[in-house]
């Protein structure tokens, strides 16, 4: 009997992922013989980490916090979606051996934001907090469903102005700091999505109550058991709607699944059993 494909999950930190449970899942649904594990790999070894699995015979990575932008450049070919965000969260080994970079976060936040929660983004006004890996691969998708406007929020300010420069053909997009967002956005957001790796460490970026009313909804990517700082904030500060990142994930997951097995899994039965164990 022939090895199951392997396949996993590279970032740091990496213990708190679901990945390696929600493919296993996928897997036994569409009856695909693969594993999925989880790897940590300091920036510093990401190279060798990730040229040793593929060198060994893997077939494909899904790559997380902090690695999103760091793999771009061992790629040798790249999906237009992943082109335009400058991230790559998926990578496929073809059959030639080269790797193929991909990005899902974006249609995977999208399908569960529009469709799992059913919030509209056409003609709100947004805010995106942090342009890291994860912000890149959100934007392209966000702005082609036509918000009234868009804010991107930062601490490092150089990186948000970049992607406001990156991204400006696509729709009406701004910059700013943290200190700067009040003076820009004088009354709460319809939508404030938080794309910053702070909840992963149990921070909240410095942001005021103005931002949110009841009409808000907030959406932190991150995900785990536990209510992040931001959703407790958000809550606090009378939003109308808090969500988290598990819809996406697994949202991310299934696309990733369908490029490298050619068959898209049912997300709602596995998303089901996440949210009843605490995911
Ligand atoms: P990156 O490391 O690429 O980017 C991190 C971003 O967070 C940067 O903008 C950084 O700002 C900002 N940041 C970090 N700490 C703080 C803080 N204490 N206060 C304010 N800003 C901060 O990470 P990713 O973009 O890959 O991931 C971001 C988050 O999204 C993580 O929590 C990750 O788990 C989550 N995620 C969830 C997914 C899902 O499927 N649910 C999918 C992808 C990501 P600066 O530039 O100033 O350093």
């Not at 693969?34 to 899904?62: H, K, Q, W």
């Not at 910059?175 to 910053?196: E, H, R």
């Not at 009409?215 to 709607?241: E, I, M, N, Q």
Request: charged share 15%.
């Amino acid at each position: 009997m022939p090895e199951p494909d392997r396949y996993a999950v590279i970032g740091h930190p990496i213990a708190h992922s679901r990945s390696p449970w929600i493919h296993a899942e996928f897997a036994r649904a569409t009856g695909q013989s693969m594993v999925y594990t989880a790897i940590d790999a300091t920036p510093a070894a990401l190279g060798e980490v990730l040229r040793s699995f593929f060198d060994s015979g893997g077939r494909g990575l899904n790559v997380t916090v902090p690695h999103k932008q760091a793999v771009l450049g061992l790629m040798s070919s790249l999906s237009e979606r992943a082109r335009v965000a400058g991230a790559v969260n998926t990578i496929a080994r073809q059959s030639s051996g080269t790797l193929f970079g991909d990005n899902t976060d974006g249609v995977g936040f999208m399908r569960d934001l529009t469709i799992n929660v059913a919030v509209p983004v056409e003609t709100r006004r947004v805010l995106l907090l942090g342009a890291g890996g994860a912000a890149r691969g959100l934007l392209s998708p966000l702005l082609a469903a036509h918000p009234a406007e868009l804010v991107i929020a930062n601490r490092d300010l150089a990186r948000a102005l970049e992607l406001a420069t990156r991204f400006a053909a696509a729709g009406p997009l701004r910059a700013c700091g943290y200190d700067g967002l009040a003076a820009l956005a004088p009354k709460p957001f319809d939508l404030i999505v938080n794309a910053t790796a702070a909840s992963l460490h149990q921070q909240l970026p410095p942001l005021s109550p103005g931002l949110v009313g009841p009409g808000t909804v907030c959406y932190d990517l991150a995900y785990g058991p536990a209510s992040t700082p931001f959703v407790l904030w958000a809550r606090a500060h009378g939003a109308g709607l808090t969500c988290m990142g598990t819809g996406m994930l697994v949202e991310q997951a299934a696309e990733a699944f369908l490029l490298w097995r050619g068959v898209r899994p049912d997300t709602a039965d596995v998303l089901a059993q996440l949210r009843a164990s605490g995911g």
